[in-house]
């Protein structure tokens, strides 16, 4: 016997609470709500009904999109220029070795050569070129201080620019796994990788993940799901890959619904590695399976509890 479904999602741990927002009525996940009808009959209905939805999803604004390329390239520019800062800082720091190992073999010469019995004679003429040897360091370091600082000036804009941009330069991804009959969370992988995780890093996590009896498997239309590799993980493991409708996370609601949960739990926790954050997040998976869940067919169960029983029923 096949599990009915589980749903994936993935995002960006970025602890934030979202606005509410009324459930479009037009949506294909709706049919979730005829309880009378069986969970697979619902699905292939699901199925059915999301494919004609996409087709007609409002597009993303190409403005919105414009304004977003705009902030990466705008953000990548920064980078770059901040690169550059770095590179011709060290030039600068290599020049000014050299420059203060002359100076340093100039004060050697002047003690090893200064002798008490004819260094009145000299005096004249070598305190000349000793006065013009100092005058010329004094104005090097006077010149030293106005790089300096137009440096630290230039080094700060750059932050300020790049602090400015909405785009997030950093972060770890995280795959939710939720088992759409029990609501069970099967599992909570985290990828340091950010922005760079791989279609084939995902499917690796899920093949250790996913249920072997799996029927259904729910996500989103992000690359990672819809790459060739993914639809590989599909036929090998004989499971039908659904994918949602374009800006309707309401069709994924049971993982949307617990990225929210996450956030809410992860916003007054604090983590300092990614093996924390490990730790929290499975302390978090932990603490939510065996606490009783309202959305449950027989309520007061937690998703470990229902679990156990559904076999029975």
Not at 223 to 234: G, P, S
């Amino acid at each position: 016997m096949k599990l009915p479904a589980v749903s994936g999602s993935s995002g960006r741990l970025v602890v934030e609470r979202g606005s509410e927002q009324a459930p479009d009525p037009s949506y294909p996940g709706q049919v979730f709500g005829e309880l009378a009808r069986p969970y697979a009959e619902v699905m292939q209905a699901f199925v059915a009904a999301h494919a004609s939805a996409a087709e007609t999803a409002p597009q993303k604004p190409a403005g919105e999109a414009v304004a977003a390329a705009e902030e990466l390239a705008l953000a990548r520019a920064v980078r770059h220029e901040q690169a550059e800062l770095r590179a011709s800082r060290r030039q600068v720091r290599a020049q000014r070795m050299q420059e203060d190992a002359a100076w340093r073999t100039l004060l050697n010469e002047r003690r090893t050569q200064e002798d008490p019995v004819t260094a009145p004679l000299k005096r004249g003429a070598q305190a000349a070129q000793w006065r013009a040897l100092r005058q010329q360091r004094q104005q090097q370091r006077a010149h030293r201080e106005r790089e300096d600082a137009a440096w630290r000036a230039s080094r700060q804009a750059l932050r300020e620019r790049l602090a400015g941009s909405a785009v997030i330069t950093a972060w770890i991804a995280i795959l939710v796994i939720a088992d759409n009959c029990t609501r069970q969370c099967l599992g909570l992988p985290l990828f340091v990788a950010g922005s760079k995780v791989t279609a084939e890093m995902v499917v690796t996590a899920l093949r250790s993940l996913l249920p072997h009896d799996l029927q259904f498997l729910i996500t989103d239309r992000g690359v990672h799901f819809t790459a060739q590799v993914f639809e590989q993980l599909a036929a090998e493991q004989q499971f039908i890959h659904v994918v949602i409708a374009r800006h309707r996370p309401q069709s994924n609601g049971i993982a949307e619904r617990f990225v929210r949960t996450l956030k809410e739990w992860l916003a007054d926790k604090v983590w300092t590695s990614a093996q924390e954050l490990t730790t929290l997040v499975e302390r978090f998976r932990s603490e939510y399976n065996d606490r009783p869940h309202q959305g449950l067919g027989i309520p007061g169960l937690s998703p470990n509890e229902f679990a156990d029983r559904i076999w029975l029923m």
